[in-house]
């Protein structure tokens, strides 16, 4: 191993500098010891730390492994893929023009299409394709959920219609809490040990809390997403949980092919999930202001 690693920090969903989720980078990562993976992963401490390696799968491009700061490997395609594609783009690694063009992502063993487009003045979109919706289990414990929560019972729900609480996957599954306003959404105080009791039955892996009352006009949701299983104390902003949400949202006449999700408010690093839309795999992600490389 080369006494030194290159690496970039990629502010995600943002047009500025220290806002947005943060990522942290590493290309060229082949020959790096499968061990020291999630030990750098751990040492970055980031909610995710994704590293650009040599494709193992035909037709990929890029193989992206990603780490939690907990040294947990995931596979779900959103703020580490968008992050890691700006950055190819930007850096001139997908060749001139931004890298413009249809590329593909190894994620795992999955192969997934990336969208990059750019205009005149060097504005990057990065488009990503998420696998088709999974619909899983209803958590209907609804009392504990409350409790593992920090909310009162009557808090629960989003709206009539609605499950309270289901897991949906677009390539991680997540658990999909509905609450009643985004004042609950604020107060909840999630409770790390107790959701990691209850999210093994139903087999989710993070909890995203939403509220369809966003102070954003042109939002249709507030979020927050924590991940008690991967090491996930809270995140600013999670294409992996908002794809899933926005194809939940649409199968029951909550929202159309479009949809804004606003997160990370809580944290003080506001992020925007611009657009979802709805095709044959129905989760699209496509960011307008990819990231900034710090």
Do not use: K
């Not at 993976?37 to 970055?44: D, G, H, Q, S, T």
């Not at 780490?67 to 001139?96: C, Q």
């Not at 088709?132 to 409790?147: H, K, Q, R, V």
């Not at 795999?281 to 990819?290: I, M, N, Q, S, T």
Request: charged content about 20%; hydrophobic content about 40%.
């Amino acid at each position: 191993m080369a006494d030194s690693t290159p690496f970039a920090l990629v502010d995600v969903f943002t047009e500025r500098p220290l806002e947005g989720n943060p990522l942290a980078l590493v290309p060229d990562a082949d020959a790096l010891p499968e061990g020291l993976l999630p030990r750098i992963a751990r040492e970055f401490h980031q909610a995710e730390t994704t590293f650009l390696l040599r494709p193992a799968q035909p037709g990929a491009t890029w193989r992206l492994r990603s780490f939690t700061a907990a040294g947990i490997e995931v596979f779900g395609a959103g703020h580490n893929a968008l992050g890691a594609w700006w950055w190819l783009a930007s850096t001139g690694r997908l060749g001139p023009h931004g890298g413009a063009g249809r590329w593909h992502q190894q994620l795992g063993s999955t192969v997934l299409p990336v969208e990059i487009t750019a205009d005149g003045n060097g504005r990057i979109e990065v488009t990503l394709e998420q696998r088709a919706a999974a619909y899983g289990a209803e958590l209907t414990d609804l009392d504990a959920l409350a409790e593992a929560l920090g909310v009162d019972g009557d808090g629960l729900g989003a709206a009539a219609g609605l499950p309270v609480a289901q897991v949906v996957s677009t390539g991680a599954a997540h658990l999909m809490v509905g609450l009643r306003s985004r004042g609950v959404v604020e107060a909840a105080r999630p409770d790390a040990a107790r959701l990691r009791a209850l999210l093994p039955d139903v087999g989710g892996q993070g909890v995203y809390l939403y509220a369809l009352d966003p102070a954003e006009p042109d939002a249709g949701v507030h979020a927050r997403f924590v991940n008690p299983v991967a090491g996930i104390t809270e995140d600013p902003a999670t294409g992996s949980a908002a794809g899933p949400l926005a194809c939940l949202l649409r199968r029951h006449g909550r929202a159309g092919d479009q949809l804004a999700i606003v997160q990370g408010h809580e944290l003080g690093r506001p992020c925007t999930h611009p657009r979802h839309r709805h095709r044959r795999h129905p989760a699209y992600h496509r960011p307008r202001h990819p990231g900034r490389d710090r």
